[in-house]
Each structure stands twice: as C-alpha cells, then as structure tokens.
Nanobody
C-alpha cells in the first residue's frame, strides 16, 4: 500500500533551520496538491503550508516569511524549508497529498506518519 514517507525532523536550537521532505513509498501516477500540517501537544492540528500542482502556495500566518514549501514534480516530492525556528514551532509535522495512483484511477487524500520537530535550547 502506498504511503507518504517524511524525513528531516529532529532537534534544533531556536533560530536554527530544518528541511522536511515527503515522498510516496512507491511509484504513483501523479500528485496534485501537497502540503504540511502540524500538531503540537494539547493543540489542534493546523495547516502550515500548501502548494498546488501549478506551484501556488499558502502559508499559516505564524510561519510566513520563515517557512518555504516547494515541490519536485519529477520526484513527486514536497519539501518544507523551515528557518528562524521558534520553540512554538515544536510539533509533529504531517505531510499530505492528493494522490492519483494510476492514470485512470481516482484521486485520494494521503497522510504521512509524521515527523517530530523540536525547537529547544
């Protein structure tokens, strides 16, 4: 079964940077919209950033100017470059994507398992 696999999380000091990556575990036909959500302990999951097939982006107000979402359509991979990280960015980050497994197949939403990002000195 196809999964979205995230990588790049970890522990970083305030002001530091991390780059998250997310790609499907096996070959798929196409990915449409892609994005990242996060969930901090005791808080609701929130949208961090999203990117359309054409490259249009959308960011949460709290991360604008610090985070950049991008995608490599040839690799069906989405990235989240996180700069100037703050302790309040600490959360589990989840990749999501609208995936079309086969050329004539349906488009379904997929979610990754999550990767922990901890910002602490």
């Amino acid at each position: 079964q196809v999964q979205l696999v995230e990588s790049g999380g970890g522990l970083v000091q305030p002001g530091g940077s991390l780059r998250l990556s997310c790609a499907p575990s096996e070959h798929i036909f196409r990915i449409r919209n892609m994005g990242w959500d996060r969930q901090a302990p005791g808080k609701q999951r929130e949208l961090v950033a999203a990117i359309s097939t054409g490259g249009d982006t959308n960011y949460a107000t709290s991360v604008k100017g610090r985070f950049t979402i991008s995608r490599d359509n040839a690799k069906n991979t989405v990235y989240l470059q996180m700069n100037s990280l703050k302790p309040e960015d600490t959360a589990v980050y989840y990749c999501n994507a609208n995936v079309q497994l086969a050329e004539w197949g349906p488009i379904n939403d997929y979610w990754g398992q999550g990767t922990q990002v901890t910002v602490s000195s």
